[in-house]
């Protein structure tokens, strides 16, 4: 069986049992999470959504919180002499799908 879900602005496909890189959640380690956007189940009967399958929900639980990759932001303007650098780590969470309520 599996699932269609929506977090953070982006659509995943989760089966149970898989480790899911998402937008950072509420919550620490070990807490369970209900993520209620499911927008497909499937499996031998597939469901849906118009836009959200009623009565589904995927649970899951955090593995890790911490933050992803560092990424440079690089401006310059030329002829200028004008240069700037930044640094970014976006904050993620890291869930472990556990089962899907359909």
Same mark, same amino acid.
């Given at each position: 069986?599996?699932?269609?879900?929506?977090?953070?602005?982006? %659509?995943?496909?989760?089966? !149970?049992?898989?480790?899911? +890189?998402? &937008? +950072?959640?509420?919550?620490?380690?070990?807490?369970?999470?209900? *993520?209620? !956007?499911? *927008?497909?189940?499937?499996? &031998?009967?597939?469901?849906?959504?118009?836009?959200?399958?009623?009565?589904?929900?995927?649970?899951?639980?955090?593995? !890790?919180?911490? +933050?992803?990759?560092?990424?440079?932001?690089? +401006?310059?303007?030329? #002829?200028?002499?004008? #240069?700037?650098?930044?640094?970014? #780590? %976006?904050?993620?969470?890291?869930?472990?799908?556990?089962?899907?309520?359909?």
């Amino acid at each position: 069986m599996y699932a269609v879900i929506k977090t953070g602005g982006k %659509q995943y496909k989760v089966s !149970e049992g898989d480790l899911l +890189k998402v &937008e +950072k959640l509420d919550g620490a380690v070990g807490d369970t999470v209900e *993520l209620s !956007e499911v *927008l497909m189940v499937g499996g &031998e009967k597939v469901s849906i959504g118009t836009p959200l399958v009623p009565s589904a929900s995927v649970v899951g639980k955090i593995v !890790e919180q911490g +933050k992803g990759k560092k990424i440079l932001v690089f +401006k310059s303007k030329r #002829r200028k002499d004008s #240069r700037k650098l930044r640094g970014h #780590r %976006q904050p993620r969470t890291i869930l472990r799908i556990e089962k899907i309520n359909a």
